[in-house]
């Protein structure tokens, strides 16, 4: 009875690990997901393009950029840019922020979505 309870506990902590982990991503994996961002997003600071710099994201709220025009939405959503929200947007832009103007239909695997978050949170600072 107490070694099932031990190897319970063993195989509970186990799979915390694992899942902690996979939620924080792969910077590397992302940076190639990233690819696709990069069509209308560059990281560098003032390097708008069809959608803004992702240049320190995760310090400002959402709409704050005060050289790219933002659609009304993304403005006055009064999202702060966290890797939570990001995951939520990433998700689903229209549901998250409805009325935006980001043309995508969202990433639906969130394995993807902490890989790409895991890369921005390095290559936006």
Known sequence: M????IATAAL?????????AHAEGDA????????????????EAGANEVG???????????GEL???????AMKRSGVGWTPETLDK???DPQAFIPANRMPYAGL??????????????????
């Open 2 to 5: 107490i070694a099932r309870r």
């Open 12 to 20: 509970l902590l186990a799979s915390a690990l694992v899942t902690s």
């Open 28 to 43: 590397k994996r992302g940076e190639t997901r990233f690819q696709e961002c990069a069509a209308c997003h560059k990281l």
């Open 52 to 62: 803004p710099s992702l240049h320190r994201i995760f310090s400002r709220k959402a």
């Open 66 to 72: 005060s050289d790219f025009r933002y659609s009304p």
């Open 89 to 91: 947007y990433i998700a």
């Open 108 to 125: 639906s695997n969130a394995s993807d979505r902490a890989d790409l978050i895991a890369y921005l949170q390095k290559a936006t600072q």
